[in-house]
């Protein structure tokens, strides 16, 4: 049983353009959201996170939004660099439980 | 502040073979994490402690995995025997709240 979903694992962008990776979840219990970005040989790192009583949060060239209507939630990167070249996933919690993590979105970032 | 340490960074066994995990996680954290990614999937909850007790094992296939957490610091994960859809990233992280979850570089383990 998947609960947090990313059904495209792959997303290429160009340098400057806004990259918009998306995650579904089936669990309206999910109370907290993140994103976790991963570079080849190293463990995730955190990025971003909102809590279900916000529909958006912003830090800087990241934007996370949160629709609890559709049980969906974005992450858009303003402007892309090639440095954000990575594997993104999406987790979720409810409450101080467990993090579960969606299947990941390898982004490529060109020149 | 040092990050989460995680060894052997590679390992390559033969089925039926044990091998163990070490991870010591950054100082203070009381919660860690041992994390399962199979190539293409995201990483799966196998064991959680809470200082050296267990919160969470229920996805740990507890016939061939175990793990402790002596005195609340370091942990170790070990497999024996090990199967060859063992074969996977084995990622260690700690944390104080949730979004404080810091993750080590992970070992990945290839089993043939």
């Known amino acids: 049983d998947q609960q947090v979903k990313q059904n495209s694992p792959s997303l290429s962008v160009q340098e400057g353009r806004i990259s918009i990776l998306n995650c579904d979840y089936t669990n309206s219990m999910f109370d907290y959201f993140l994103w976790y970005k991963k570079y080849p040989a190293e463990g995730p790192t955190f990025l971003i996170s909102?809590?279900?009583?916000?529909d958006k949060n912003e830090d800087g060239r990241f934007t996370v939004f949160l629709n609890k209507s559709a049980k969906h939630l974005s992450l858009h990167i303003v402007p892309s660099q090639p440095g954000d070249s990575a594997v993104y996933f999406c987790a979720a919690s409810v409450g101080n439980d467990k993090l579960i993590f969606g299947t990941g979105t390898r982004l490529q970032v060109f020149p | 502040e040092a990050g989460v340490a995680q060894s052997p960074r590679y390992k390559i066994i033969e089925k039926r073979q044990s091998v163990a995990f070490w991870c010591n996680p950054i100082?203070?954290?009381?919660?860690l994490y041992w994390y399962q990614q199979i190539l293409g999937q995201g990483p799966k909850l196998l064991i959680q402690?809470?200082?050296?007790?267990?919160?969470?094992d229920s996805q740990l296939p507890k016939d061939r995995f175990s793990a402790e957490r002596l005195k609340g610091v370091d942990s170790t994960l070990k497999i024996q025997p090990a199967k060859l859809e063992d074969s996977a990233v084995y990622l260690c992280?700690?944390?104080?709240?949730?979004?404080?979850?810091?993750f080590g570089s992970g070992t990945r383990l290839t089993v043939v």
């Open positions: 402690f809470q200082n050296n007790g267990v919160v969470d």
């Open positions: 100082s203070g954290h009381a919660t």
């Open positions: 992280a700690s944390s104080l709240m949730r979004e404080g979850y810091t």
């Open positions: 909102i809590s279900s009583i916000k």
